[in-house]
Structure formats: C-alpha cells, structure tokens
C-alpha cells in the first residue's frame, strides 16, 4: 500500500498556517452571514478507500470532482467507522449509537425504531430532506426515518421490522425504483423468475442506464424543486462495492495498476485464524497479481463512475447557486482491502477496510483544512446537527467534531471499533486448522482502538490478539502483541478498551 498514514501525520498536528487560520476564522463566522438555514449534502459511497480520495497515491486515481471537493473540505485524514461492514456502520451513521447497542450487528440487522436516524434528530419542518441509494437498514422501498423523499436501487425481496421481541418479516411485490427504471428502458429482469435484476446486471449497462447515474437524475431533480429551500439529502452510491464491474473498467490503464506493498505477504502464525482464512480464500480466488491488477483497474472505474455522478450534482448546486449556503460532506460505510494483505472486501480492521475518506467543505469554503487526529463516525450524526445550528440529540453518544470543521483545536482522543460475527466465505477444502478452530474464529468478536500516538491494539474473545504501531509499521505487516516490550502499552490500551466498554454498556469479555 502506498501509505498515506506515515511518521509525518503524526509530527504535524492540527495547527495552520497563516492562510489556513484566516480561511478558518472565516468559516467560524459563516453561520451570521447565512441568509438562511444550510443545506446539507451527503455523498455516501459504499466501500470507498481513504487513499483513493487524498493523500499521495489519489492523485493515480480519474476524480477530478471527488479531488477538487477534498481541495476545498476540512479533511479528515485518519477517519474510522465504527463497525468495518455496510449495516452496522450505517446504523452509527444515521442514528449516532454503537451497533452492540442498536442491535445492527451484521447486514442482515434492522435499526430498530425507537432509535431516530438524524433527520428526525433534526426536527426542522423548514428543511425538505430526501435520501436517495442504498439503505441497507431495512425496508428500501418506503420514505422513513424523517426522510419526504426516496429512490431506492437495491431490492429487499422482505419488508423487515424489528419489534422488541423478534425480527418480523412481511413478504412483499415491490420492486426497487430503479428497476422500475430499467423496466420502463425495456430490460427483462435475469432474477428470481424474471422478476428482478441482479445484481450485476446494472453494472453491465452504458453509464446512462447506471444506478450513479440514475441517482443524479433524482437528486438533481430534487435540487430543481427543492434547492432554493432549505433541504437535507443523501446520495447513497452502491459502487465502488462489488461486483467490481462497470463502464469504465478501462480508464485507468492496466500497467499503471498498483498492488498494495503487502499485497504478496502470507500471513504467519501471529496473525488471527480468521484474517488467514480469509487471505487464503482470495488467494486461491484471484490467483495471480495481474487478476488482483484487473479487479483494482475496475474499482478504480467504479469510482470514476461516481465522480461523474458526483460532479453532476455538484454543478447543480452551483447552477441554483446554492453552493455558497451548502455543507457538503463525503464519506464510506467502510473501506476496501483491495489488495492488501492479499485480500479483497472489508471485515477487518487493517487500516484499507475500517480507515475512510471523509470530507467535509462549509458554505463559501474554498481551501483544504487537514486534521491528522483520529475521529470516529459515531460523532457523524452529532457533528451535523452542530454544523446545521442544532443542539446535540440525547441519543447521540458521541461529540460534535465541529470545531474541528471549523479549523479550531479540540481534545485528541483514542476512537474505538467493534466487529461481531457475520457470513464468512472460506475455502471448504482449508487445511489452515481443524473444522472446531475454524468455527470458533469464525465466530469471534473484536474490540479494538486507535490511540492518537499510532498505535492500534484489537482485542478478541475467541481469536488471536493484534498489536500495531501505525507510525513505524502503516501497512500493519508485524504484529507486536507478542513483543514483551510492548507489555506496558497493551495494557495501557487494554485498559483504555475497558472503560470505553463500560461507559457504553458493552458487556463482551475481551
């Protein structure tokens, strides 16, 4: 991997030159010189690696809109999700409460709703709000949780409520509002008795009968009737997520594909059953490193794919000139291994799968601010409520990072990340470890933290435990658990783990 997480990101601290604290103090200023209440945009790609949108090797990638808005954003350079796969991070996303608290554990869990989702935490009747992608949080196909307007792309063959006692599912006949589209283009569904599409069959159509493209269509189409209002929306992009496939596997060219650095490394005894299981699995799948070059060069093009669709909605703010009274946030549910270690997908907490971009440009902001301490998205729901001129909501658990926004000095403090068991892919014929072994680490919970002087600690209940020091070692290739020098800091992490547990009602014994 082409580190953008080095020794320098911890010499720098939050500081700005000259320049960078006038644009701050001016940022601090917007909310008096607002005419009227912001607006707020959200673009939320699915499965979008941090290195992708800033730091060296970003530039290796085609987004010149997803760049240029890093360029004018406060960026935050070592953002964590508080659970490394789609549902659980969502459910922090949206609602501002740990996964082990709302019960969204794994992709097939449903955020109860009795937790509100932040438009609700809102409470304006001045701001239209529409949401517009995936959900993947239960019903797709109604507007809810404060949300007037939706468009929906991922079909959910059940409608599924959560009620106190059990998880109740009503079978349904809709359809996705995207497959409505492609129905009224004339396409004939290839799934489920010809009644739907799969998933893949939109990723092999022309950029014009894309899901990007068809969520710009509605989002723009909500700006035009809504834009000179004050609105909320979120833009919730399936891609860069598999299948890795789209109609720009060709922009990038294929020689200049570059493999993470850890990309041929076999994990040892030292490392966790579970992450050699998975290695194993796409090392077997892939290959070679020219496939593993090929599926990159098609991931690379999924996020061309969203940068036009990005750009487009972009512009459309600035046509209805209401760019310069819009917060305009981007961010991931997770990231994507895509090489390193071998491996592919999410489910980890190596920094390319729980480490995501995540920007955030003020009205009338046009320079980057960069923030090199380590903020989590549990503080995501409460720092847009700040930044819209609401008080915090009582649900939320964590803090509004603001002042961070804002270019203004904060506490630094350590983020913490969880992981519960979930579907698991392995090779069936694995010779790593004995059928019981195997379905212990499958079925293992992590705890983990992220100090801000560099060090990552994961601890678990039925797996081996992981020791990083992120300023000497970014790549995560030697695990230091089992260094006796590193005694004194696994217990000052261990320690730390502990009493976050038990401030937050996490009773799992790690």
């Known amino acids: 991997m082409n580190s953008d997480f080095s020794r320098r990101h911890f010499i720098r601290t939050t500081a700005l030159s000259s320049a960078g604290v006038a644009l701050a103090a001016r940022i601090r200023a917007q909310p008096a010189k607002l005419p009227r209440k912001p607006n707020l945009i959200v673009f939320l790609p699915d499965q979008l690696r941090a290195d992708t949108v800033f730091g060296e090797s970003a530039s290796a990638v085609h987004a010149p809109n997803i760049h240029k808005l890093a360029s004018q954003s406060t960026v935050f350079e070592r953002a964590y999700v508080t659970h490394p796969i789609c549902a659980p991070s969502r459910s922090s996303l949206m609602s501002g409460t740990w996964p082990h608290l709302n019960g969204c554990t794994n992709n097939k869990g449903v955020l109860p709703r009795k937790f509100l989702c932040f438009p609700e935490m ?145 994990f040892g005894e030292e490392i966790p059953l579970r992450c050699r299981l998975i290695q194993e699995f796409y090392r077997n799948k892939l290959g070679s490193r ?145 059928k019981e072994q195997i379905s212990q680490a499958l079925s293992e919970s992590t705890r983990a933290i992220v100090s801000p002087d560099g060090w990552k600690l994961c601890l678990r209940d039925k797996d081996k435990n992981e020791l990083y020091n992120l300023r000497d070692d970014p790549d995560e290739r030697h695990n230091l658990y089992v260094d006796a020098s590193q005694s004194d800091t696994i217990k000052r992490l261990t320690d730390e783990i502990h009493l976050w547990q038990q401030r937050v009602g996490d009773t799992l014994k790690v």
């Open 290 to 434: 020219e496939r593993y070059r090929e599926v990159k060069q098609k991931y690379l093009g999924l996020i061309t794919e969203i940068d036009h669709s990005i750009g487009a909605i972009l512009a459309k703010l600035d046509n209805l000139g209401v760019s310069e009274r819009t917060i305009t946030v981007l961010t991931s549910d997770h990231g994507d291994m895509m090489s390193g270690h071998g491996i592919l997908g999410k489910q980890l907490m190596f920094e390319q799968s729980a480490r995501v971009p995540y920007l955030i440009r003020m009205p009338e902001q046009q320079r980057s601010l960069r923030c090199a301490q380590p903020i989590s998205h549990i503080d995501f729901a409460p720092t847009m409520l700040d930044l819209l001129g609401k008080p915090a909501h009582s649900q939320c658990v964590g803090q509004s990072k603001a002042k961070l926004v804002r270019g203004e000095t904060a506490a630094v403090e350590s983020v913490f990340i969880e992981w519960a068991p979930g579907k698991q892919e392995i090779n069936k014929q694995t010779k790593l470890a004995s």
């Open 122 to 266: 809102l409470a304006d009747s001045d701001y239209r709000t529409g949401y517009f992608g995936k959900w993947h949080l239960g019903d797709e196909f109604s507007p809810q949780r404060g949300f007037q307007e939706w468009a929906s792309i991922v079909e959910s063959f059940k409608s599924v409520e959560r009620t106190h006692h059990a998880l109740r599912l009503h079978p349904t006949s809709a359809v996705s509002d995207y497959t409505k589209f492609l129905l009224s283009k004339g396409y004939q569904p290839d799934a489920h008795r010809g009644k739907y599409f799969s998933s893949g069959f939109g990723s092999k159509l022309p950029f014009e009968f894309s899901k990007p493209k068809f969520l710009e269509t509605k989002a723009c189409d909500f700006l035009d009737r809504h834009g000179l209002e004050p609105f909320l929306m979120v833009v919730a992009f399936v891609e860069p997520h598999e299948p890795y496939n789209g109609p720009f596997n060709d922009e990038h060219p294929l020689d200049m594909i570059q493999l993470d650095s850890s990309a041929d490394d076999v």
